[in-house]
């Protein structure tokens, strides 16, 4: 029976989604790992996968589409950039795939990108020719769809809305060395710390936060009455609203999905967010919907077995030079 | 022998390319129109069309592509949105040329758009896999290439670059209705409005400008020391860097190209305007080349007509509705 994988690429541990060709969901798996960089780590993770595959009476033979996510750059030629936090060679990792599930077409995917396919498969985007999925965690990333077709970018950094600049004023610099970018005012980390300056700069006791992505207790915050909770979620919901006014002057797409943690407070502050957009966007392209994403923390596992199989229909195989 | 048609669709004439199937140029003819709403008026198209082909040893039979381009919104589907400043009845426009030339496929692309595309083909983003064309003219419209192919948008709106706010604190409204859009300040409209004002604050008399488009006159006062020309020709640079800084967070294209005619003087503001993209773009998207477009004014011909031919291989009709 064909399988698929979708496996999300992590520091410490890989998350193993193993699919059906047409996109169900059968089962997942966590499997432990040390630095992805050695034969014997390769060979421990093809093993745990295969043990995987047994439970649901399959073998290595049966997996024709394996795609891996990874939390950086991925060019539209399959090309992998460096990628922060994760030790992995990429080289020896496919080598040691390619040899242990002989079958299968293997796909390198950004996860915010991996995450908008995923949509676009099995989730809320399912049946769109053209969306957008942002996703509000502790930082901003996007995963751009157009044509049906995944844009990934010459150099990997397409749907890097979270860095798009917002504010020129802005003094402190973005993790990305410049200034005034979306992701210092939309991300999970940016509501909290607009909540907690604007507290600050009315000379009010803030509720207790109990980290620097805290958005739960601001959000609670907010339903509470709180002022300078909703002045944080109304300087995210403008700036997102602005970003995204500007996307669709330049894709235009039908749909905007929000996903990441914060899109769990989505029912609180669509109205805000749809209101901004609407103010910022040319009228055609008020038409778009901005719905949240369905997939969860599940998406970017869908997304890559999508783009494994898509590239195993087109017989590419990923560069990586 | 198979020809193809590209033709640009005007308020009072349109202009006529003739092209082999493999993108070679024979021939252009304008043709001065009525309105194009009634039988009449194709019918005198469409005769002129034929006798044109018949200039060379063409029958309306060989015609296997015409791609008509206009100034106004068509959505990834083919639909056309309103046009303004054209009268076009694009059913009757249609059915006109389907009976006039049976085997061709039509299509219908944006303005800007078709210029994008056009350079694919035959310009100077032949091979590029990805590309933004941004015509810098009486406004500013860009056309989106990702993974070869064009972006056209769910609502026709994609590459409306001259639209992206770029400026939240402008008081003055854009043709759209809205404030602070990069037309305002970028197209050529936009940097003698610039140059004027500018003299007009530090009290200089300023250079003979002949019209409202006049970049020529702010272009040569430039060449000449004009402090004010200068500052014109900067904020240009700025605003359009900044504006391409974003679509490289949005699609990283491998390729930008400036046509339209403020692009006669791209050899004076490219340096500038590179030292300004590179200031905002993320650090992967820098890679991007910035050039200038080759085929001018008869960029949309071309493209126009590649679409049409594109439509014919995927065997695609474009929709009215």
């Given at each position: 029976m064909?399988?698929?994988?979708?496996?999300?690429?992590?520091g410490?541990?890989?998350?193993?989604?193993?699919?059906t060709p047409?996109?169900?969901?059968l089962?997942?798996?966590?499997?432990?790992?040390?630095?992805?960089?050695?034969?014997?780590?390769?060979?421990?993770?093809?093993?745990a996968i295969?043990?995987?595959?047994?439970?649901?009476?399959a073998?290595?033979?049966?997996?024709?589409?394996?795609?891996?996510?990874v939390p950086g750059?991925v060019?539209?030629?399959?090309t992998l950039?460096?990628?922060?936090?994760v030790?992995?060679?990429?080289k020896?990792?496919?080598?040691?795939?390619?040899a242990a599930?002989?079958?299968?077409?293997?796909?390198?995917?950004n996860?915010?990108?991996a995450?908008a396919l995923?949509?676009?498969?099995a989730?809320a985007?399912?049946?769109a020719?053209?969306c957008?999925v942002?996703?509000?965690?502790?930082?901003?990333g996007?995963?751009?769809?157009?044509?049906?077709r995944l844009?990934?970018?010459a150099?990997?950094?397409a749907g890097e809305?979270?860095?798009?600049?917002v504010n020129?004023?802005?003094?402190?610099?973005?993790?990305?060395?410049?200034?005034g970018c979306?992701?210092?005012y939309a991300?999970?980390?940016?509501i909290?710390?607009?909540?907690?300056?604007e507290c600050e700069r009315r000379?009010?006791?803030?509720?207790?936060?109990?980290?620097?992505?805290?958005t739960?207790?601001?959000f609670?915050?907010l339903?509470?009455?709180d002022e300078?909770?909703?002045?944080?979620v109304?300087?995210?919901?403008?700036?997102?609203?602005l970003?995204?006014s500007?996307?669709?002057?330049?894709?235009d797409?039908?749909?905007?999905?929000?996903?990441?943690g914060?899109?769990?407070?989505f029912?609180t502050?669509?109205?805000?967010?749809?209101?901004?957009?609407d103010a910022?966007?040319?009228?055609?392209?008020?038409?778009?919907?901005?719905?949240?994403?369905?997939?969860?923390?599940?998406a970017?596992?869908?997304?890559?077995?999508?783009?494994?199989?898509r590239?195993?229909r087109?017989?590419?195989?990923?560069?990586l030079?």
């Amino acid at each position: 029976m064909d399988m698929v994988l979708g496996i999300d690429v992590g520091g410490t541990s890989i998350k193993v989604g193993l699919f059906t060709p047409e996109g169900k969901f059968l089962d997942e798996r966590k499997i432990t790992t040390t630095e992805l960089v050695s034969e014997q780590a390769f060979a421990a993770v093809t093993g745990a996968i295969t043990a995987f595959l047994a439970e649901h009476d399959a073998g290595p033979e049966d997996v024709i589409a394996c795609g891996l996510d990874v939390p950086g750059p991925v060019a539209d030629d399959g090309t992998l950039g460096i990628i922060a936090n994760v030790e992995l060679d990429p080289k020896g990792f496919v080598a040691a795939f390619k040899a242990a599930f002989p079958q299968a077409s293997i796909a390198f995917v950004n996860d915010a990108n991996a995450a908008a396919l995923g949509e676009m498969w099995a989730g809320a985007a399912k049946g769109a020719n053209s969306c957008v999925v942002i996703a509000v965690g502790t930082g901003v990333g996007a995963g751009i769809v157009a044509n049906g077709r995944l844009v990934a970018g010459a150099f990997g950094a397409a749907g890097e809305a979270g860095h798009v600049t917002v504010n020129r004023d802005e003094t402190r610099q973005c993790g990305c060395g410049r200034y005034g970018c979306l992701e210092q005012y939309a991300s999970a980390q940016g509501i909290v710390r607009t909540y907690l300056e604007e507290c600050e700069r009315r000379c009010v006791k803030p509720v207790d936060v109990e980290h620097a992505t805290d958005t739960l207790s601001v959000f609670r915050a907010l339903a509470d009455g709180d002022e300078c909770a909703k002045y944080a979620v109304e300087v995210m919901c403008d700036y997102l609203g602005l970003v995204m006014s500007q996307i669709s002057c330049i894709v235009d797409p039908e749909l905007y999905l929000i996903g990441g943690g914060v899109a769990g407070a989505f029912d609180t502050f669509a109205p805000m967010l749809r209101e901004r957009f609407d103010a910022y966007a040319l009228k055609p392209s008020r038409a778009a919907r901005i719905e949240v994403a369905s997939l969860g923390n599940q998406a970017a596992m869908y997304g890559s077995a999508y783009e494994a199989l898509r590239i195993r229909r087109e017989s590419r195989t990923p560069s990586l030079e």
